[in-house]
């Protein structure tokens, strides 16, 4: 038996190559890849953006993906064989200071993650250390699964930010990580739940997953010092500066987007005299992706409307072009090996 995987040798080169089957050793577990999502982080592998401290070529990407075990190695419980699962990307070492503390996504023991550093999932195949495995319910949907990774920043968003029922909530940005922000949100019983995007058809969709409005930027500026609590998603240049302006005096911002240098800056007068309390997530600790999966258990998180392309492993570099190229109709972006 043979295993495929999409190869990055360097930046802009990328080639399938036909491989055994890896073997899992101790302590790790084979999956079948059911689908693999496509981001943003991974275009900036692709076009060789990323910082080279992140990544490590030659590579096989894909950190956001679904599917089942099919082995185990020694020391693995041989029962989860079959399972559908997916798997923390970072590759925490679980002893130093921040990792005791419960915080994986603050690890100070190394940076390694699966996608970056190490075999992703843009395979057939995916070996990955068992104690990151976080399996799902019988029956699960593996498809809509693959956006459990970025489902679980936007868990630890929700945490950060500490959104509680009645209050006023705004999301900035209705991209992937925005519409599942609506929806992880709008289950915390909000008394309003408002998203900001350029584009109409994304705050309709946002609409539909449980927003009470959706806003232009130009419009959300008469809505100013509203918001408890502001979800920043978009990484935009100026969204980080925006987003505090749209909390309240006392309020809370969290920061999840990816932002460039050059980005305008949020203003320290307002965010001393306005008293705001501003929060940064990157990543999501062990804890977050537990509760993500527990809300896609729930049926409180479905990603499935997201996604909107699906392509074959052979076709990866049309698949990759879309994302941050595709156009306001492209939503997520999946590889099906």
Do not use: N
């Not at 990484?235 to 749209?246: E, Y």
């Amino acid at each position: 038996m043979s295993s495929r995987a999409v190869v990055l040798d360097r930046p802009g080169t990328h080639r399938l190559v036909t491989r055994d089957i890896p073997v899992p050793g101790p302590g790790e577990v084979l999956v079948e890849v059911a689908a693999a999502g496509i981001c943003l982080s991974d275009r900036e592998v692709y076009d060789g953006r990323r910082d080279a401290a992140y990544v490590r070529y030659p590579l096989t990407p894909g950190h956001e993906w679904a599917g089942t075990v099919a082995a185990v190695g020694a020391g693995v419980d041989p029962g989860l064989v079959g399972r559908g699962t997916v798997a923390e990307g970072f590759r925490a070492c679980g002893i130093c200071e921040r990792c005791r503390y419960g915080e994986t996504s603050l690890c100070t023991g190394g940076y390694a993650e699966t996608g970056f550093t190490e075999p992703g999932a843009f395979a057939d195949h995916v070996v990955v250390p068992a104690r990151l495995l976080h399996p799902l319910r019988a029956g699960a949907d593996l498809r809509a699964a693959a956006l459990l990774e970025p489902s679980a920043v936007i868990a630890a968003a929700v945490r950060a930010g500490r959104a509680r029922a009645g209050e006023r909530i705004a999301v900035v940005g209705a991209g992937t990580l925005g519409l599942l922000a609506v929806q992880l949100l709008s289950a915390s019983g909000p008394g309003e739940l408002v998203v900001v995007d350029p584009r109409g058809a994304r705050g309709a969709q946002a609409r539909e997953f449980g927003a009470t409005a959706a806003l232009s930027p130009a419009e959300a500026e008469s809505v100013h010092g509203r918001f408890d609590l502001v979800v920043e998603t978009a990484g935009a240049p100026t969204t980080a500066a925006s987003s505090c302006l749209l909390a309240r005096r006392g309020g809370r911002v969290v920061l999840t987007g990816m932002f460039t240098e050059g980005a305008v800056g949020i203003d320290p007068v307002h965010l001393s005299l306005s008293q705001l309390e501003v929060r940064s997530v990157f990543g999501a600790s062990s804890a977050d992706w537990s509760d993500a999966v527990r809300a896609f258990g729930l049926g409180l998180l479905d990603p499935a409307p997201l996604i909107t392309h699906e392509f074959p492993l052979e076709r990866f570099g049309e698949a990759v072009s879309l994302v941050g190229g595709g156009g306001s109709g492209t939503g997520k972006v999946l590889l099906r090996p």
